[in-house]
């Protein structure tokens, strides 16, 4: 698995056409495939490649998600993830608001 296919699985989620199960099926694989690239990349301890993603204009946000809860002990990486969070969280939209959620719920000082 690599970061490109990260990337790719990423665009695929941005592109699902909510009106269309096939498109939320292919979607939905496409979520889990990353949340296993995200895992393999930090048991394989593979920290640059898992914080290249979050650079990305699409697969960052997806990255920052999965790989906070499983960066380990990592304090980099997981401000990385919550920087790029807090970022998404002063945006607009759906995005914003689950970011702004997600920090509330973790007491991460989002108001």
């Not at 941005?14 to 939320?24: C, E, F, I, L, T």
């Not at 607009?92 to 997600?102: H, I, N, S």
Request: glycine letters at 8%; aromatic letters at 6%; one cysteine or more.
């Amino acid at each position: 698995m690599s970061i490109e296919k990260f990337i790719e699985c990423a665009q695929i989620h941005a592109d699902m056409n909510y009106g269309d199960p096939k498109s939320v099926s292919k979607a939905n694989l496409a979520a889990e495939t990353m949340a296993d690239i995200a895992k393999q990349l930090i048991t394989d301890n593979c920290m640059d490649e898992a914080q290249s993603i979050l650079d990305h204009e699409v697969a960052g946000q997806w990255g920052a998600f999965l790989l906070v809860d499983i960066s380990g002990e990592n304090q980099e990486l997981q401000q990385r993830c919550i920087a790029k969070i807090r970022a998404i969280a002063e945006g607009d939209g759906p995005e914003a608001f689950g970011a702004q959620v997600w920090l509330r719920e973790r007491n991460l000082g989002f108001k």
